[in-house]
């Protein structure tokens, strides 16, 4: 497995890390046995970087975590990154000290640590991202060692920016995968001069990038690709990358065909991968697993040797064609 720097924490991580999303069965039921098994196998073909929220499952992603690294010989190599910000409305007036101190009190004890080791705004309003209140308050809660840095989870581009220029930014967490090239344009290289650490998150599409998905398939009641398809639950670009479906199925098919020409080596779920964790400035790629096998075939993505300058051209062309219009003005 690969490792990276991960910005300014200072923290060696592996390339491919590990989402955590499902883990709180936000994408449909996972049992404690299966989420688990899942964090052992990841750890086992060497991922070191968990990411996960404590508003996954209410908790339940953290709390699993925290009991998985209580019991585990590996966890001193383990970085663990949270998000807070999610558990009430959505305003400026909501992102305060006094509230900062009582999620991240929650999260210390859901993980049983007792200093963070990196904690993201969870997709914070652009208002938050740009008030100097809210980055004083960060500040202090490194000074006190409740965390030990503080990084900002993204929908767009442009808040990626300005919270780049915040001189306590250890990371920025955005959408970056074959189907979304814009942060290459001017988040990657801003971070990559600014010592500031690039966590790419969805980056399979929602799944769509593996291939595996047809216009039969269907997800749970409970997973996110099924009832957040319009963005009536949160933004439309976590779900499928704000492409619409039937458009990602067809740009999916192509990708497909691309790596298959390219490669025999590689499903297209790792080559997906692999394209991001090779972009330099990258820190850790975070896919989600829901069973061992895709833990251990997503971790193979982080040693796989330098891919083709086809495949990269193949990406662009892609995008350019089917994707390019319907969703680079808007992240």
């Given amino acids: 497995m690969d490792t990276r720097t991960l910005g300014k924490t200072g923290r060696i991580v592996s390339v491919i890390g590990l989402g955590t999303w499902q883990l709180g069965a936000d994408w449909g039921d996972v049992s404690e046995a299966d989420a688990t098994a899942v964090l052992a196998a990841s750890v086992d073909a060497g991922v ?28 001193a190599g383990i970085t663990v990154a ?3 910000g999610r ?31 990196l904690v993201q705004l969870h997709c914070p309003p652009s208002d938050v991202i740009e008030s100097d209140e809210v980055y004083d308050a960060l500040d202090t809660l490194v ?21 780049i220029e915040r001189p ?21 290289p801003a971070a990559r001069a600014a010592g500031v650490g690039i966590i790419a998150r969805v980056p399979l599409a929602s799944g769509l990038l593996t291939g595996k998905y047809t216009r039969e398939t269907t997800f749970a009641a409970n997973d996110h690709r099924n009832y957040n398809r ?3 639950a949160f933004d439309v670009g976590e779900t ?22 390219l490669t025999e080596e590689l499903t297209p779920a790792q080559a997906a991968l692999a394209w991001v964790a090779q972009i330099d400035g990258i820190s850790s790629v975070i896919p989600g697993a829901r069973s061992v096998q895709q833990a251990r075939g997503n971790a193979a993505a982080g040693s796989v040797a330098p ?15 089917m994707l390019r219009e319907q969703i680079h003005r808007r992240w």
């Fill in 87 to 117: 558990r009430v409305d959505q305003l400026a007036e909501n992102y305060t000290l006094a509230n900062f101190r009582a999620w991240i009190d929650r999260s210390r004890t859901n993980l049983g640590m007792d200093t963070l080791h």
């Fill in 307 to 321: 891919l083709s300058l086809g495949l990269n051209e193949g990406v662009q062309d892609i995008y350019d064609r």
């Fill in 230 to 232: 319009d963005g009536s």
């Fill in 240 to 261: 499928f990358s704000g492409v619409d479906y039937e458009t990602g199925l067809a740009a999916a098919a192509e990708f497909g065909a691309l790596v298959g020409s």
């Fill in 143 to 163: 000074a006190e060692g409740a965390i030990a840095g503080y990084g900002v989870s993204v929908e767009t581009c442009d808040q990626a920016l300005a919270a």
């Fill in 48 to 75: 070191t970087f968990f990411d996960t929220a404590d508003v996954y499952g209410d908790g339940r992603s953290e709390q699993i975590i925290g009991r998985f690294l209580a019991g585990s010989d590996a966890a």
């Fill in 168 to 188: 306590g930014l250890a990371s920025v967490q955005i959408i970056l995968n074959a189907f979304r090239l814009k942060p290459l344009e001017a988040v990657v």
């Fill in 82 to 84: 949270t998000k807070m």
